[in-house]
C-alpha cells in the first residue's frame, strides 16, 4: 500500500522555507526573494540593506531551497542521518562574537527545515569539538573569520572538503572592504574558486556608499556584481541631549561628564540601553562614572570592548541576549550585527566622526523586523553639536562613506603564498593567474610577482644568508613547498593582518584573564599602583613575561589605561556638512544651543563657510599661533600643517610647534611670521607637495614606523613560540628597525620599503585627502584676521598644542585658567 504524502511533504522547497517564516510570525521580502533568484541563477553579489532588516536570510535561503531540493533530503520534523557531503556554504565574519551568533542561526532554521546540515564554527574561540570537525571535513555550514580560514589553507588536507562547496557569504564586507583584512578574503575566495569553480559568493552590507565596487571586490575583475539594495531604508531619528539651559558650553568645549545625570536617566528609562562611547579609554571613564552613580544591581551593568577578554566579552553578550542585563557600555566592538532583539536604546557619546559608523551603532537598538530605528547622542564637546546636525542631514540624504579596497599590498601576497605553500605546494604560474583575479592584485605585473617570490624564497638580496628567512623551497617537480616544520608552527602563529604588537595581558592573581592593555601604559606603573580596568579598580602586583598580575584594590582612585590610534577622524562626509550647518542652520535644536558661541566667532572673527578659508593669527604672550580653519579632517590637516610648516621655514629659517583637529591646524612659529591671503595662497600650491611632504613630515621616519607592521604580515617578525614569553614591544620594535636599517642600506629596492614608504604617504599622511583639500582650498576665498584674543574656533586647538609642553595636570590648570579667563572677557 503506498501513503498519500500529506500536504507538508508536498510542499515545494521554497513553500517549506517561507512556512518557517510564517511559524515565526514573518513574511518574506521581497529583496530576500530577489537574493534567493538570484543565487538559484548562478549569480554572485552584494546585498546591501539596513541593519535589522533580514540579510542573514537573504543570504542563506537560496542554498537552503537547494539542499531541500535535493535527493534524500527528509521533510521537517523527520530528520534522519545523512552520509557526510562536502562543504556547502562558507560563511566569513569578522567577529568571533557574530560567528557563534550566525552559527545558531544557520543551524536553527536548517534543523527546522529537516536539512540535516552538520553547522559549527571554525575561529580562535571555537571548541576543539568543531575544529576537528572543520579540519576533518565532516560539516555541511562553516562560520569562520578571515584568519581561520587562512589557517585552514595551510593544511594540505583541507583542499579537498571544499570541492563541493557551494556558497560563500561574506558577512559585513564593509568593514573587511577597505582594510589587508579585506584582501586576505580576496585572496581566499580566489582560491575557493579554484578548488570549486560554481561558488557563487554574496556579500552582506548595511552601511556603505560606493556599492558597484564593493562587490567588484567579491568577484574576479570583469565579473558584474548582482547589487541588491532595493530594500526600503529602516527610519531612523536622532536626538541630542543638551545640558540645562542655565549651563553654558565652555570656552574649552569639553563638557566631560557633566552630562552623567541625563545619560543616567536615559538609561533607567529604558529596558536596556548600549551605550557607545569611541575610545576603550573612554568607555572605561564613562562605565567608571555610571557604577558610581548606578541605583540598581551592579551586575545589570556592564563593560564591552575589544581589549577585555574573549571570557568577560561573552558574559555582556549573553546578559544583552537574555536580557539579564539594563545597560552595556561599548565601543565599535559592537558596532556589527550582532542581534540582541532586547535592546530598546542606543546612546552615543560625543560625535560618532562618520555617518555610517552612527547608523551602524543606532541598528543595535529595536534590532528586530519592521522596527525604526533612534539615536540618543549625548555632545563632549560644544563643536559636537554641530556634528550631530551635520550626521542628521546626511542620514536624511542617505549620504554615507565610501569605503575604498586597497591595492597592491605585497606583504598580504607574500603570506598568502607561504600559506598555500605550507599547504599543499603551488605552481609559480598557476598562483599568479589566480591573484590576478582578485581586485587588489589584478595589475600586478611579472616583475613585482617574481619580487615577492623571490622574497619568500630567499627574503631578498640582503637576507638570503639568514636560514630563517628562506621559508619556501621550489622542489624538482617545480611546485613550491615549505618543508621546515619550525617555521610552519611560525608562520601558523603569524597568519592575519591584524597588527597586536606590545599587549600586556592582565590577569588576576590566582584568577581569571581580564584583558590586555599596552606595554606603554603598563611599565610606567610601579608595584601597588592602581589603575581601572575592565571595570574595576584593580593594583599592580608585579609584571612578569608581558603579563601583569593585580589583585582587587578595595578604595582609592585609579589612572584609566589609552591606547595608541584611539583617536577617530571626522570622516569627509561629515566636515563638508559640518561646514553647511555652521553656516546656514540656526533651526536645528544643536545649532540653536551653539548660536551664543557662533555669534561670538563671527564678532571676533569670521565664521567658517563653504568656499571660504578663515585664517587667524593671534599674538599670546607665549608667542604667535596661526589657525587655519580648513575642515578638511584630522590626518589632512596633520599633513597640511607639516607641509606649510616646511614652506615657511625654507622661506626663513624657523621652528614650529604644530597642532591639529577635525575643524583645522595651528602654526606656532618661533619666531613671528608676516601672513596675507596672497602668500596664504602660495603656501597652499598644489606643485611641488609630494618632495615638500616627504621632507616636512619625515617620511624616511615615517616609513620606518609602517614597516614594523608590515614586516609582521610578511613574516620577518614571527611570534613567540608556545611556551616561550612574548617579546616586549621594544623587542619587536629593535628587531623591526634593525631590519629596516638593514635593508635600507644593503637592499634598497626591496619590496617592503617600498611598500612601507607608499603606506605612509597613504595612511599617516593621506596623500589623496591633502591633494583634495588643497585642490578645495585653492578654489576659496581667503579671509586673514587677527583677533586680539582666541575664538571659540581657534581655542581647542591651542588646547592641544599646549598639551606637548605641559604635565597633564599643569595642562589641565592652564587650560581652564585660559578658558576662564576668555568667558569672563567675552561673556561666555
Known amino acids: 500500500m503506498t501513503r498519500s504524502a500529506t500536504p507538508r511533504e508536498s510542499a515545494t522547497p521554497r513553500q517549506r522555507l517561507a512556512g518557517w517564516f510564517t511559524s515565526r510570525g514573518w513574511k518574506p521580502l521581497p529583496f530576500q526573494r530577489e537574493a534567493w533568484k538570484h543565487y538559484l541563477a548562478g549569480e554572485s553579489g552584494l546585498i546591501h540593506t539596513p541593519t535589522g532588516s ?19 533530503v527528509p521533510v521537517p520534523g523527520k530528520r534522519t542521518r545523512q552520509p557526510v557531503r562536502p562543504l556547502r556554504v562558507l560563511w566569513i565574519t569578522p567577529l568571533r562574537a557574530l560567528a557563534a551568533d550566525t552559527t545558531r542561526a544557520l543551524a536553527e532554521v536548517a534543523e527546522h527545515l529537516g536539512v540535516p546540515w552538520n553547522v559549527a564554527q571554525r575561529t580562535g574561540d571555537a571548541s576543539a569539538r568543531d575544529k576537528r570537525m572543520a579540519r576533518e571535513g565532516k560539516l555541511d555550514a562553516l562560520v569562520t ?61 548595511a552601511t556603505l556608499g560606493n556599492l558597484e565596487e564593493a562587490g567588484r571586490a567579491l568577484l574576479p575583475p570583469g565579473v558584474r556584481p548582482h547589487v541588491i539594495a532595493a530594500a526600503r531604508a529602516r527610519p531612523m ?114 560625535s560618532p566622526k562618520g555617518v555610517a559608523r552612527l547608523l551602524q551603532r543606532a541598528g543595535r537598538a529595536r534590532h528586530r523586523p519592521g522596527e525604526s530605528g533612534h539615536v540618543v547622542c549625548v555632545p563632549t564637546h560644544a563643536l559636537e553639536l554641530a556634528e550631530f546636525a551635520a550626521a542628521r542631514l546626511a542620514i536624511a540624504a542617505g549620504d554615507v562613506e565610501s569605503r575604498h ?18 599547504g599543499g605546494g603551488f605552481d609559480a604560474a598557476s598562483l599568479l593567474a589566480e591573484v590576478r583575479r582578485t581586485d587588489a ?106 603579563t601583569a598580575y593585580v589583585r ?119 619666531l613671528p611670521i608676516q601672513l596675507d591671503a596672497p602668500s596664504v595662497r602660495a603656501l597652499l600650491d598644489p606643485h611641488g607637495v609630494l618632495s615638500d611632504l616627504g621632507q616636512g613630515a619625515n617620511l624616511a621616519e615615517l616609513a620606518r614606523r609602517q614597516f614594523r607592521g608590515i614586516a609582521r604580515v610578511a613574516g620577518l617578525l614571527p611570534p ?11 623587542q619587536v620594535q629593535a628587531s623591526s628597525g634593525l631590519l629596516f636599517d638593514v635593508l635600507q642600506q644593503h637592499d634598497p629596492d626591496h619590496l617592503l620599503l617600498s611598500l612601507a614608504q607608499r603606506e605612509a604617504l597613504e595612511d599617516d599622511l593621506q596623500l589623496d585627502r591633502i591633494l583634495a583639500a588643497l585642490a578645495d582650498l585653492s578654489q576659496r576665498e581667503i579671509v586673514v584676521c587677527h583677533p586680539g584674543t582666541l575664538t571659540p574656533f581657534s581655542f581647542p586647538l591651542w588646547a592641544d598644542g599646549m598639551r606637548g609642553h605641559l604635565s597633564t595636570e599643569d595642562w589641565q590648570t592652564r587650560v581652564r585658567r585660559a578658558a576662564e579667563q576668555l568667558e569672563r572677557r567675552h561673556g561666555g
Open 54 to 72: 533580514g540579510k542573514t536570510l537573504a543570504a542563506v535561503g537560496g542554498v537552503l531551497i537547494e539542499a531541500m531540493a535535493d535527493a534524500g
Open 720 to 730: 613567540s613560540l608556545p611556551g616561550r614569553a612574548p617579546r616586549s614591544l621594544r
Open 237 to 350: 531619528t536622532l536626538e541630542t541631549v543638551l545640558p540645562p539651559a542655565r549651563t553654558r558650553f565652555p570656552w574649552g568645549g569639553h563638557l566631560g561628564l557633566s552630562q552623567l545625570s541625563n545619560v543616567l536617566e536615559r538609561v533607567l528609562a529604558a529596558r536596556t540601553s548600549l551605550v557607545f562611547a569611541n575610545t576603550r579609554a573612554q568607555a572605561e571613564l564613562w562605565h567608571q562614572a555610571l557604577a558610581a552613580v548606578w541605583p540598581e544591581d551592579p551586575a545589570t551593568l556592564a563593560l564591552h570592548h575589544g581589549s577585555l577578554a574573549v571570557e568577560v566579552r561573552a558574559r555582556a553578550e549573553a546578559g544583552l541576549r537574555d536580557a539579564t542585563l539594563r545597560c552595556v557600555v561599548a565601543t565599535s566592538s559592537l558596532d556589527l550585527g550582532v542581534d540582541f532583539p532586547s535592546v530598546d536604546q542606543v546612546i552615543q557619546i560625543g
Open 405 to 422: 579596497p586597497p591595492r597592491m599590498p605585497l606583504d598580504v601576497l607574500a603570506q598568502h603564498c607561504v600559506t598555500l605553500a605550507l
Open 441 to 546: 592584485f589584478a595589475t600586478l605585473d611579472d616583475a613585482s610577482w617574481r619580487r615577492v617570490l623571490d622574497f619568500v624564497v630567499r627574503g631578498g638580496d640582503a637576507l638570503e644568508h639568514y636560514p630563517e628567512y628562506r621559508r619556501v623551497v621550489l622542489d624538482e617537480d617545480g611546485m613550491h613547498r615549505m618543508h621546515d616544520r619550525r617555521a610552519a608552527l611560525r608562520h601558523r602563529l603569524s597568519i592575519g593582518t591584524i597588527a597586536s604588537d606590545g599587549a600586556i595581558a592582565v590577569k588576576v592573581l590566582r584568577g581569571s584573564s581580564l584583558g590586555s592593555v599596552e606595554e606603554g601604559f603598563i611599565t610606567r606603573l610601579r608595584p601597588g599602583d592602581r589603575f581601572r580596568f575592565a571595570g574595576r579598580l584593580l593594583e599592580l602586583v608585579r609584571l612578569h613575561d608581558m
Open 552 to 670: 582587587t584594590a578595595k578604595r582609592g582612585d585609579g589612572v584609566v589605561p589609552r591606547w595608541m590610534g584611539g583617536r577617530l577622524p571626522l570622516s569627509s562626509r561629515l566636515t563638508r556638512q559640518m561646514e553647511q550647518v555652521i553656516a546656514h542652520d540656526r533651526t536645528s535644536v544643536e545649532m540653536r544651543a551653539l548660536a551664543p558661541l557662533l555669534s561670538l566667532q563671527a564678532r571676533l572673527s569670521r565664521l567658517p563657510a563653504p568656499g571660504t578659508l578663515v585664517v587667524e593669527v593671534v599674538q599670546r604672550r607665549e608667542g604667535q599661533h596661526v589657525f587655519l580653519f580648513a575642515f578638511a579632517s584630522r590626518p589632512a590637516h596633520e599633513g597640511l600643517a607639516a607641509l606649510l610648516a616646511w614652506r615657511l621655514g625654507r622661506q626663513q629659517p624657523n621652528t614650529f610647534s604644530l597642532a591639529a583637529n577635525d575643524h583645522g591646524l595651528m602654526l606656532s612659529p618661533q
Open 145 to 205: 573569520t578571515p584568519e581561520s580560514l587562512s589557517l585552514l589553507l595551510s593544511y594540505p588536507d583541507t583542499a579537498p572538503m571544499f570541492s563541493g562547496l557551494r556558497c560563500i557569504v561574506v558577512d559585513e564586507w564593509h568593514e573587511l572592504l577597505g582594510s589587508k583584512r579585506g584582501v586576505q578574503v580576496q585572496l581566499a575566495l580566489a582560491r575557493m574558486r579554484v578548488l570549486s569553480p560554481e561558488v557563487r559568493t554574496w556579500g552582506l552590507s
